[in-house]
């Protein structure tokens, strides 16, 4: 799988003119990151499925679900009825493979999700079994915290293990991405960079996102 791709997580947008920001921002967007929360995997609480079945409606962009909730098994058909491109379960909840079958039965593809405390090992038996690993550079729950610097050993230890046996799993990173850390993340091994407030938090998210890429991929001069 290719990587460097740019997936604006719409956490920090405005909801109230949710339409209007992922318009501007679907030029410099590979795909959308939704995060879902429930209160309880997560003190915050967010959106789901009636907000994912509106952008699906809005936009053709790849809708890349973070569920950080207690009970996925009892949503991902809802999640799928409303249009979600993939679901990103946490490995912190246990044995995974019941969920990855009913999305696999639903068409939907498959990401798993560590917290920056869960080591590598905890996701490695499932990498022949999902589309993604999502690597949490900060604590799941909201927008604007710091990047985790040491999550990049993770990130390292997950290249490794992927391109060892060529398989086809993208590395996604979540979590205090600016410019500065999107370089570092790339560095390690990074395919997909989720961004929220670096993006949605910017005078001008097109150009945010734009300096993200470039801070990360840089073209040739
Ligand atoms: C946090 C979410 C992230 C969040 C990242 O639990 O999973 O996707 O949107 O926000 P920033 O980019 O502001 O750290
Ligand atoms: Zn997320």
Not at 181 to 199: F, H, N
Request: with cysteine.
């Amino acid at each position: 799988m290719t990587g460097q791709k740019l997936a604006p997580s719409i956490l920090s947008a405005d909801f109230a003119r949710l339409g209007d920001e992922v318009t501007t921002i679907t030029p410099e967007a590979d795909l959308l990151h939704v995060d879902v929360m429930d209160g309880h995997f997560v003190p915050n609480l967010t959106i789901g499925p009636p907000v994912v079945a509106s952008l699906r409606r809005h936009t053709d962009l790849f809708l890349d679900c973070h569920l950080m909730i207690d009970n996925p098994g009892d949503l991902l058909a809802d999640f799928a009825d409303a249009g979600a491109d993939r679901c990103i379960v946490h490995v912190e909840l246990g044995d995974p493979r019941p969920l990855f079958d009913d999305l696999r039965a639903r068409d939907v593809q498959v990401g798993l999700a560590v917290s920056p405390e869960t080591p590598f090992d905890a996701a490695a038996p499932y990498l022949r079994d999902i589309d993604l690993l999502l690597i949490m550079s900060v604590h799941p729950g909201w927008g604007g915290q710091a990047f985790i610097t040491e999550v990049l050993d993770k990130v390292r230890a997950a290249r490794q293990a992927i391109d060892a046996d060529q398989l086809p799993v993208e590395i996604e990173i979540d979590g205090g991405v600016h410019t500065a850390t999107a370089s570092l993340a790339a560095s390690a091994g990074v395919d997909i960079l989720v961004a929220g407030s670096a993006i949605f938090g910017a005078p001008d998210p097109l150009a945010a996102a734009r300096a993200l890429r470039e801070a990360a991929w840089p073209t040739a001069a």
